[in-house]
């Protein structure tokens, strides 16, 4: 095996990678301790029996990741991925770019009848009908050197990744659905997926109170979080968590005396850099403008689900999730279909092949336009 670690290196193998069809890839990182991820090793592989390596950005710390941005640029070589999200935001970070063409196994997978949020090992034992050796699952990968063992443990996620590829990609040619795929990766390669507004992030916290000055506390308190995180390059729990949050936004301390008194608040939030700043955040929400405060869709809770009508949907995308091999929470949650049976129509199961699939049938029995019977344990869709 093979390990590169020079950016000439690099370069010759991408070479060589932008003259194959696809090429697959994968990342090893970490993030316990870190907000944006910590690339320790990419592994690579090429078509058939072709050479997988090894690239390491720790051993090779003078390397440039130029050429294989480059190579993601390269239009005319698929670039294949296994839950590409997380490998995805690592190079939108680091290098401003996303593989194009991009493939993802586990997507793919998925809309082949392959159940929710398949696992790489399962399509390593079902397509590649090979078993994956777990001994190195738990490897810290900043550490060096890598053993022989950690080094052909992190080949096997590109290796076996080439049968899958192929496979699934002639299921996709047989059942048509390739367009699914494609509405599913613009997602991941959408800046917007990973770029977190700090004036937005108090939007991610659960809440049930809807006081505008208590949301305008949590707006501030998050930005701040947030903010400070990005900055510091420090998971944002570990300047506060979500409870401690919530409960400052509650309490509002308006002196270092007032803010020791949380009980949530952990050690590190008791630095007098990140306390300065909770005490000016909390400071902030207390003073914006009520034309500022921010406020809660309460659109959705103001309608009234039909509890019979959100039974007949679930029915209905059970009976079409069996039919066309597709996980039923991929196509639409419960909280989807309660709100189609609330009234709204602004949802993603209303949308692309969603609604192709199951969004136009769920209108029309929201609409008395069609009924469903049941012949032995076959569901079936009556036109009235």
């Not at 939108?92 to 997978?109: K, N, S, Y």
């Not at 998925?110 to 009908?129: D, H, P, S």
């Not at 080094?151 to 040619?173: F, G, N, P």
């Not at 990766?185 to 990973?194: F, K, N, Q, S, V």
Request: hydrophobic share 40%.
């Amino acid at each position: 095996m093979r390990t590169i670690t020079t950016t000439e290196d690099l370069a010759d193998f991408c070479a060589i990678a932008k003259t194959q069809p696809f090429v697959t890839l994968d990342t090893e990182f970490l993030r316990e301790r870190t907000y944006w991820s910590k690339l320790c090793l990419i592994q690579a592989a090429l078509p058939g029996a072709g050479e997988a390596v090894l690239i390491d950005p720790i051993e090779g710390s003078d390397m440039s990741m130029e050429p294989l941005y480059d190579l993601f640029r390269h239009e005319a070589t698929v670039k294949v991925f296994h839950a590409a999200r997380q490998d995805l935001e690592i190079f939108f970070v680091e290098g401003h770019v996303f593989p194009r063409p991009l493939f993802d196994t586990q997507i793919a997978a998925m809309v082949c009848g392959f159940g929710e949020q398949v696992g790489y090992e399962t399509l390593v034992k079902k397509i590649a009908k090979a078993n994956l050796d777990k001994t190195s699952r738990f490897t810290d990968w900043s550490r060096r050197p890598l053993s022989d063992a950690q080094k052909e443990y992190a080949l096997a996620d590109v290796t076996h990744l080439r049968d899958i590829y192929e496979w699934l990609s002639a299921q996709l040619r047989k059942n048509g659905r390739a367009d699914w795929v494609g509405e599913e990766l613009a997602i991941l390669t959408d800046p917007a997926t990973y770029t977190v507004d700090p004036d937005e992030a108090w939007m991610r916290i659960k809440t049930r109170t809807t006081s505008g000055r208590f949301l305008a506390v949590v707006k501030t308190l998050a930005c701040f979080r947030e903010t400070y995180a990005q900055g510091q390059n420090v998971p944002r729990s570990r300047v506060m968590k979500d409870d401690a949050l919530l409960e400052l936004a509650s309490t509002r301390p308006g002196t270092a005396e007032e803010l020791g008194r949380s009980r949530l608040l952990m050690r590190e939030g008791r630095k007098p850099e990140i306390a300065e700043g909770i005490l000016a955040a909390v400071k902030e929400g207390l003073a914006m403008r009520p034309e500022d405060i921010p406020k809660v869709d309460s659109t959705r809770e103001q309608m009234q689900v039909n509890p019979a009508l959100a039974d007949l949907l679930r029915v209905l995308l059970k009976a079409k999730s069996e039919s066309l091999g597709v996980a039923p929470r991929l196509i639409a949650s419960s909280g989807d279909l309660d709100a189609i049976a609330a009234g709204d129509r602004d949802l993603p199961a209303l949308a692309g092949w969603r609604r192709e699939a199951f969004g136009d049938d769920a209108i029309r029995l929201c609409r008395g336009e069609i009924a469903l019977s049941a012949k032995g344990s076959e569901v079936r869709v009556v036109t009235l």
